[in-house]
Each structure stands twice: as structure tokens, then as C-alpha cells.
């Protein structure tokens, strides 16, 4: 019996070894990088996350994807790019500008600094200022039982107060002062809080507790005032309005109970 021979398999086709491509995120590293010297720095960091994306590919690709020697390249050039522009350029560019602007800005002070404010722009600090102060003693008064500052605690003893709201600023050469009459009394035994006078303007080398005597107008003016009054409130009035105010005030009278 004539035997037969085996079936062959067909041979599997020839393929030619492909060539790996080249990481596109390892070239833009580079190109970022490169461009990070003319960009105030700004494609370094870009270039910098494409250098690391760019090796990710490269390691992962199992030798189908080339380019970590651009990654590399990239990430330094991006790197130092960064650099340079935060350590030197950037504070040489700020040294300029910050030198320009205050040859700009100083004569302009010093000119403006001899000229006397307005009433209005004098009223506007003023009472920003004192709304800041009363608020201030209001909040001392709080702590402790209703009572307003003495006469020997302000206004040394309102320091700790002025971190939540902010020192008061007051116009050049003025300062805050408190109503003397109101120093001690607790809030509640005064009769009309909103008529009573807190504080008012004087002079900065002046007492700063006192009576209607050490009462000044505002800078630019010869009758307008502004005043702050017992129950927090300010605002700015004429010689004649703040005639009206109470600057002595009254303790509330309570009946005697048996």
C-alpha cells in the first residue's frame, strides 16, 4: 500500500520589521521647552508634563515608540527655561517696573501732599474711620458687662479689638476722641443712645478724652463735623445740628423697688 505524504501547513507570509515611531508628546516636550526662553516661561511647565507623558509612552510601548532622548532634552530645557525666568529674569523685570513706578508715583505724592483735602474727601475718612473706632469701643463694652471705656483705658485698652476690625484711620493730622462725659457709664443706663455723643474729631496733639472743647471741623471746612454716637451710628453735621447733640448725658432713672 502506497503511502500518502503529510499535507504541509502554508508557510505564514513574511512581514517586515515596522520602524517605531517617534513619541510626538517626547518632540513638543522639546519644542516647549526650547520656546520657554522667549515665553516669560510660560510653555515650561507644558513642556515639562509632555517630557514626562513623552518617557510614559516610550517605556510602556514594549520598543514600538522612540523618543526618550527627546523627553529628556525636553524636560531639561523646560526646566531650566522655568528657572531663569523665576529666579532671574522675573525679578529683574519686577525691580524695573517697581522702580519705574516709584519715580512715577513719589512726585505725585510729595506734590499732593501740600494740598488740603476737600471737606467731602475729608468727611469720607473721617467717618469710615470713626464708624471702625465706635464699633470698636462697642465691641470693648461688650466684654465687659455693657460698659463703656474710662477715661484711663482709652484708647489703650481697645488694642486687642482692632484685629477683627481693622485700625481706624483718621485725616492727617486729626485723631479720634471720646465723649468724656459717656467714659464708664454702662449702654444701658443711657437715655437716647442715638443723640449721645461717642467721639468726635480733634486734633492729633490734643487730648483724645475730652468735652465739646477739643470738638474740631473737618480739614477744609469751618462748620462741618463729624460725629459718632453712643449707639454705633455716625454722621456728618453742621455747627448748628451738632449744638443739639447731648454731650452730658442723663442716666436712666430706674424706680426703686420695694
Not at 469751618?222 to 452730658?248: N, P, S
Amino acid at each position: 500500500m502506497t503511502e500518502l505524504p503529510p499535507t504541509l501547513e502554508p508557510a505564514a507570509p513574511y512581514v517586515l520589521p515596522t520602524e517605531p515611531k517617534t513619541s510626538g508628546s517626547a518632540v513638543a516636550s522639546l519644542i516647549f521647552g526650547i520656546l520657554s526662553f522667549c515665553t516669560v516661561g510660560l510653555t515650561a511647565i507644558p513642556g515639562i508634563i509632555l517630557g514626562i507623558l513623552g518617557l510614559r509612552s516610550v517605556s510602556r510601548s514594549g520598543g514600538q515608540v522612540k523618543g526618550s532622548g527627546l523627553a529628556v532634552a525636553g524636560l531639561v530645557t523646560s526646566t531650566i527655561g522655568l528657572c531663569v525666568w523665576l529666579f532671574v529674569a522675573a525679578p529683574a523685570v519686577m525691580g524695573l517696573w517697581l522702580f519705574y513706578h516709584a519715580g512715577m508715583v513719589a512726585p505725585q505724592r510729595f506734590a499732593s501732599s501740600h494740598v488740603v483735602a476737600s471737606p467731602t474727601e475729608s468727611a469720607a475718612q473721617s467717618m469710615i474711620g470713626m464708624k471702625i473706632e465706635a464699633a470698636v469701643v462697642r465691641a470693648f463694652a461688650e466684654e465687659h458687662s455693657g460698659r463703656l471705656p474710662t477715661a484711663d483705658e482709652y484708647p489703650e485698652t481697645l488694642e486687642p479689638y482692632y484685629k477683627d476690625q481693622g485700625r481706624p484711620l483718621a485725616p492727617a493730622g486729626r485723631r479720634f476722641a471720646m465723649n468724656k462725659a459717656v467714659a464708664g457709664l454702662r449702654l444701658a443706663d443711657i437715655l437716647k443712645p442715638e443723640r449721645t455723643v461717642l467721639l468726635f474729631e480733634t486734633r492729633e496733639h490734643e487730648d483724645l478724652v475730652g468735652g465739646k472743647d477739643l470738638l474740631r471741623t473737618l480739614i477744609g471746612s469751618d462748620d462741618a463735623y463729624v460725629i459718632a454716637f453712643v449707639d454705633g451710628h455716625v454722621e456728618w453735621l453742621t455747627q448748628e445740628e451738632v449744638d443739639g447733640l447731648i454731650w452730658q448725658p442723663e442716666p436712666e432713672v430706674r424706680p426703686i423697688r420695694l
